[in-house]
């Protein structure tokens, strides 16, 4: 996956953790939050691997 790929699926991904997260808290639902925070971390994780294939030229 290209750079602005990996970027656009880390942002939606963190979008939808804290909505899930925050569904969770709101039907005190602790398996949902802790989803939710699972999906953040991932969707962090790709805007990252984004930015290194930025930094690199998509050569990675």
Do not use: C, H, W, Y
């Not at 691997?49 to 930094?55: C, D, F, W």
Request: without cysteine; positive net charge; aromatic residues 2%.
């Amino acid at each position: 996956m290209g750079e602005f790929t990996d970027k656009a699926k880390g942002i939606a991904n963190e979008a939808i953790g804290k909505t899930k997260a925050a569904a969770g808290r709101a039907s005190d639902n602790p398996k949902l939050v802790a989803k939710g925070i699972v999906q953040q971390g991932k969707g962090k994780a790709q805007k990252a691997s984004g930015a290194i294939k930025g930094a690199l030229g998509d050569k990675i």
